[in-house]
């Protein structure tokens, strides 16, 4: 897909990966709606808002909307998909990033948090997917990406909740990416397999060295590329090893 003056879809836009999609998308030539929790009507203890982002696409000469979402809400991700298409009469990248963990064994994560986790990182997925679905197959174009973790694969730090919601992502993208195909849809999931320094994992590990971690900008460019393959390539789980090794292949 040439992403210029396509219309994008970001969850989780507020900072670090996401924010760094939504910029690589911009520079690309895409117009981005911004969505997440941290806006400045409401904002987070950790730096950067929906609003920053939007401002910061709009600087590279490209639309921007920041809508803010909470991806465990319903009736949110309805009233940013309306206004999505009520805005720009169409949609054709979504990016399903926004995540949340719920740290600690398995018998000290109350349900409560275990179903936080479950509803944001993959029901969340599911209605946000759900709600621009159809206008893509009705334009037969279209390119979803899911943002996935190494933690699909092993347990860590960030629970297994976590790595339970990732590793049924991952069985989503394959799934959805068979039954859409016929309609030129992409779906794919970039799966993160190395250490990013996002505002967020920074808060979560004091005192690491971080000096070695990529930017959340290697994330961008990842996404980008992934995004701007021909729609036959679909239904792949990739790293950003995959990716480096391909485009030097190219």
């Known amino acids: 897909m040439d992403v210029q003056n396509k219309v994008a879809v970001v969850t989780g836009a507020s900072r670090g990966i996401g924010r760094?999609?939504?910029?690589?998308?911009?520079a690309a030539g895409a117009?981005?709606?911004?969505?997440?929790?941290?806006?400045?009507?409401?904002?987070?203890?950790?730096?950067?808002?929906i609003d920053q982002t939007a401002r910061e696409v709009e600087?590279?000469?490209r639309r921007a909307l920041a809508i803010p979402m909470n991806l465990a809400k319903d009736e949110e991700i309805e009233?940013?998909?309306?206004r999505t298409l009520a805005?720009?009469?169409?949609?054709?990248?979504?990016?399903?990033?926004?995540?949340v963990s719920a740290p600690g064994s398995f018998l000290d994560v109350p349900l409560k948090h275990w179903d936080l986790v479950m509803n944001v990182n993959l029901r969340g997925v599911y209605l946000c997917t759900r709600a621009f679905l159809p206008t893509m197959i009705e334009?037969?174009?279209?390119?979803?990406?899911?943002?996935?973790?190494?933690?699909s694969q092993a347990e860590g730090s960030w629970g297994l909740a976590y790595s339970v919601s990732k590793a049924a992502l991952e069985r989503l993208t394959t799934g959805l990416a068979a039954e859409v195909q016929p309609y030129n849809i992409a779906v794919n999931a970039l799966q993160i397999e190395?250490?990013?320094?996002?505002?967020?994992?920074?808060?979560?590990?004091?005192?690491?060295?971080?000096?070695?971690?990529?930017?959340?900008?290697?994330?961008?460019?990842a996404a980008l590329w992934l995004?701007?393959?021909d729609p036959s390539y679909t239904g792949e789980v990739v790293t950003l090893g995959d990716i480096d090794r391909q485009r030097a292949q190219a």
């Open 20 to 26: 760094a999609i939504a910029i690589a998308l911009a």
């Open 31 to 49: 117009d981005v709606v911004c969505t997440a929790r941290s806006s400045e009507a409401s904002p987070s203890k950790l730096p950067g808002t």
């Open 59 to 61: 600087a590279l000469g």
């Open 79 to 82: 009233a940013m998909a309306h």
């Open 87 to 99: 805005e720009f009469g169409r949609i054709d990248i979504l990016v399903n990033n926004a995540a």
């Open 139 to 151: 334009q037969r174009a279209g390119s979803i990406i899911n943002i996935s973790s190494y933690a």
């Open 194 to 221: 190395r250490f990013v320094a996002s505002e967020g994992f920074l808060y979560l590990t004091p005192g690491t060295n971080h000096s070695t971690w990529d930017k959340p900008e290697v994330v961008g460019e």
């Open 227 to 229: 995004i701007s393959r």
